[in-house]
């Protein structure tokens, strides 16, 4: 299930909510826990998944950085 990342628009108070795209698409009713506002923005971070029967998370996307041979810089 994704993790969505969102700060209050009032308060600047960061959380997130786990949600099926379904539910993300229908609309999300989301209330700062601090201020009690509805005023959200959402925010973005890199995507990471799980692989294996272990749970281990791998990042594959997101911060990487141009490195060397990372074929993003010319």
């Given at each position: 299930?994704?993790?969505y990342e969102y700060r209050?628009?009032?308060?600047?108070?960061?959380?997130?909510?786990?949600?099926?795209i379904a539910?993300?698409?229908?609309?999300l009713d989301l209330v700062c826990e601090k201020c009690g506002s509805k005023e959200m923005q959402q925010g973005f971070s890199g995507i990471?998944?799980?692989?294996g029967t272990?749970?281990?998370r791998?990042?594959?996307f997101g911060g990487g950085?141009?490195?060397?041979?990372s074929g993003c810089c010319s």
């Amino acid at each position: 299930m994704p993790t969505y990342e969102y700060r209050c628009s009032e308060c600047g108070h960061p959380f997130e909510v786990r949600a099926t795209i379904a539910n993300k698409e229908k609309g999300l009713d989301l209330v700062c826990e601090k201020c009690g506002s509805k005023e959200m923005q959402q925010g973005f971070s890199g995507i990471s998944f799980v692989t294996g029967t272990s749970g281990t998370r791998n990042t594959s996307f997101g911060g990487g950085g141009c490195g060397s041979g990372s074929g993003c810089c010319s």
